[in-house]
């Protein structure tokens, strides 16, 4: 049996045939997301809901070629976010992306409180822990309470995610939502929507969606003479995590262009870190936006620079990168890799230079030692006494750096189980599917 898997990120609308009999994921489809719109203010990122939907149908439409025998489509989508949908599920807003940063703004032009912190006044610490402790500037309330302060959120409208409007409008049905995907709007303690914390907000007037179920479609896609049913969207890094079949006695922890630690738990199990729904009524405690990929991206960038400048292109620069770190130590320099907002905070820097330690490989190695500290100090974060016997790495950073790989055996004493596979969420899909065909 195969179906398709659907992956709705922020870069890219990926897909692949599902193959349940082997367990594989096989030919890949992909169209780039669609642009931000043009010409909005400094820090705000919309997209047009529309260019979302003709761009999932085309991915379908490619996976259809290599499996028209599927009956099934699968999806998992980017978190945060938000547009709103009218009585006839057509788009009042574009899409509000978790990019977005309009909640740094401050909340009035004499105030130096931003629209995030007032936020954050308003809900008690334990409405704040039952919310899983998810607040963020591309945060959905967050988005949601700029527009109610900008009386720009029409009464009886309905948020939805950028997965849920794809797949309601490719299905003809109502929007309907994964709880993996209701970050920082359900309420942990019961599973349902916190009109508690929505209502602090001035979220008044809404239609909220109601919940999907994990084996329940969610409507059919007509294509091509086909009938498709569609699951609904669940949560990206999820899909990702059970991708690389995560297991209660395991710490995750994922090295690639973004960054976490997370760990299962079978009770809401607050600590300090988010928490967010799982599957089968479990949940996952994990610290997000930890400094990695993209920070070393940075570093990477300015090594180039010049060589760019005279028009020439290091297609081989993150291979000599590897080698440079393999045969260095450090030396004394230190790099904060924080250069972004995140978990370890926002004030990267390079520290301890000398005229003798300040080279690519030591620069390197400094990074490395960063991020396995941070990975250290992020698990003691998930729970002060580890409750796990195991490691799951997986990103493709621990298999492109020895060096990386190293120094988190020396900081974690348990044994480790690398996870190479590349296409993380559509395995998660495809693993999703298996269990529910069974």
Not at 83 to 94: E, I, W
Not at 242 to 252: A, K, M, R, V, Y
Not at 352 to 371: P, Y
Not at 422 to 437: I, S, V, Y
Request: charged share 20%; aromatic share 8%.
């Amino acid at each position: 049996m195969r179906c398709i898997g659907i992956d709705i990120g922020s870069s890219s609308i990926k897909g692949g045939v599902l193959n349940l009999a082997t367990g594989k994921v096989e030919q890949l489809a992909k169209e780039p997301f669609p642009e931000p719109v043009a010409g909005l203010p400094s820090g705000f990122h919309e997209v047009a809901p529309t260019d979302v939907i003709v761009r999932t149908r085309s991915v379908i439409r490619q996976l259809l070629d290599f499996a028209p025998e599927a009956r099934q489509v699968y999806f998992c989508s980017q978190m945060g976010g938000i547009l709103l949908v009218d009585a006839k599920r057509q788009p009042v807003t574009n899409y509000l992306s978790w990019r977005d940063q309009r909640t740094l703004e401050p909340v009035a032009l004499d105030s130096e409180v931003t629209v995030l912190e007032n936020i954050r006044s308003r809900l008690s610490d334990q409405v704040f822990t039952e919310l899983g402790k998810e607040l963020k500037p591309g945060s959905a309330t967050a988005l949601l309470h700029w527009l109610a302060r900008r009386k720009a959120l029409p009464a009886r409208t309905t948020p939805v995610t950028i997965g849920d409007f794809v797949i309601s409008h490719l299905c003809n049905a109502e929007p309907l939502m994964h709880r993996t995907h209701g970050i920082g709007m359900v309420n942990l303690l019961n599973q349902d929507w916190h009109h508690a914390a929505f209502e602090a907000m001035d979220l008044h007037g809404l239609q909220w969606p109601e919940f999907a179920e994990d084996n329940f479609p969610v409507g059919v896609l007509h294509e091509e003479g086909r009938a498709l049913q569609c699951f609904a969207a669940i949560g990206d890094q999820q899909a990702a995590l059970f991708g690389i079949d995560l297991q209660e006695n395991e710490l995750s922890i994922n090295a690639s262009t973004g960054s976490q630690v997370s760990r299962i738990t079978r009770t809401f199990q607050p600590s300090d870190c988010q928490t967010r729904c799982w599957f089968g009524g479990r949940f996952l405690n994990t610290i997000t936006h930890i400094p990695a990929g993209r920070s070393l991206t940075v570093i990477e960038s300015l090594l180039t620079e010049l060589a760019r400048s005279a028009g020439l292109k290091l297609d081989n620069s993150w291979q000599l990168i590897a080698k440079a770190a393999e045969g260095a130590t450090g030396n004394g320099l230190k790099c904060d890799l924080s250069f972004f907002s995140g978990a370890m905070g926002d004030n990267g820097n390079i520290t301890g230079i000398t005229t003798e330690n300040f080279t690519v490989g030591n620069l390197f190695q400094a990074a490395f030692e960063f991020m396995a500290d941070s990975y250290l100090i992020c698990s003691k974060r998930l729970s002060p006494q580890p409750q796990w016997d195991r490691l799951a790495v997986s990103g493709g950073l621990v298999q492109a750096f020895s060096p990386l790989r190293t120094k988190l055996q020396a900081r974690f004493p348990w044994p480790m189980r690398e996870v190479a596979e590349q296409e993380e969420t559509l395995t998660g899909l495809l693993r999703m599917a298996a269990r529910q065909t069974s």
